[in-house]
T-cell receptor, first 114, second 114 residues
Framework: KAGVTQTPRYLIKTRGQQVTLSCSPISGHRSVSWYQQTPGQGLQFLFEYFSETQRNKGNFPGRFSGRQFSNSRSEMNVSTLELGDSALYLC?????????????FGPGTRLLVL | GENVEQHPSTLSVQEGDSAVIKCTYSDSASNYFPWYKQELGKGPQLIIDIRSNVGEKKDQRIAVTLNKTAKHFSLHITETQPEDSAVYFCAASKGAQAGTALIFGKGTTLSVSS
């Protein structure tokens, strides 16, 4: 099986712009979670989508949003970018409906906000 | 909310020695505890996990122990090798039914010198 894929891998934006990141889960997985990784805050949970519905949400401002499509692919959007949004954005997929909760991470998208 | 503390933040060992990383969690409802290894430029990779109905789990040179009463769990790596050098993260989760949000520790940078 192919792993979790994320595009693009690297992105440079300027303050005030918006950005959309994409994640394709492992085939058959219906849950996609997004995480932000920074040196200062570590890995922080953004939100999780399951069957096109947001099922869980972390403590991030409304500028961070996401969606999931019928094929389980997910996108996250950050509007009005701030310097502090520079981070590695990781997505992880899992079946989402069974007891087995193992999350498999993609390689991440590194976002730099100038 | 859930909080996961991880110690030490850095760990240096000689090849062949053992390495131990410890984590504590705050939410007694957490029932799933994975450990991830992250190498430079890559996403976190699951190395071992344990569920709350198990006290210990072993996979070759890697073992994890869980003490639910004390709310702490530990990663043990025996016979360390230079390729074990990476950042290790512990995490806690309430499982698939709660939306699979993983709460991570801040990470341990393990350096194995030959």
């Amino acid at each position: 099986k192919a792993g979790v894929t994320q595009t693009p891998r690297y992105l440079i934006k300027t303050r005030g712009q918006q950005v959309t990141l994409s994640c394709s889960p492992i085939s058959g997985h219906r849950s996609v979670s997004w995480y932000q990784q920074t040196p200062g805050q570590g890995l922080q949970f953004l939100f999780e989508y399951f069957s096109e519905t947001q099922r869980n949400k972390g403590n991030f401002p409304g500028r961070f949003s996401g969606r999931q499509f019928s094929n389980s692919r997910s996108e996250m959007n950050v509007s009005t970018l701030e310097l502090g949004d520079s981070a590695l954005y990781l997505c992880a997929s899992t079946d989402g409906a069974r007891v087995e909760e193992t999350q498999y991470f993609g390689p991440g998208t590194r976002l730099l906000v100038l | 909310g859930e909080n996961v503390e991880q110690h030490p933040s850095t760990l240096s060992v000689q090849e062949g020695d053992s390495a131990v990383i410890k984590c504590t969690y705050s939410d007694s409802a957490s029932n799933y505890f994975p450990w991830y290894k992250q190498e430079l430029g890559k996403g976190p990779q699951l190395i071992i996990d344990i569920r709350s109905n198990v006290g210990e789990k072993k996979d070759q040179r890697i073992a994890v122990t869980l003490n639910k009463t004390a709310k702490h769990f530990s990663l043990h790596i025996t016979e360390t090798q230079p390729e074990d050098s990476a950042v290790y993260f512990c995490a806690a989760s309430k499982g698939a039914q709660a939306g699979t949000a993983l709460i991570f520790g801040k990470g341990t940078t393990l350096s194995v010198s030959s």
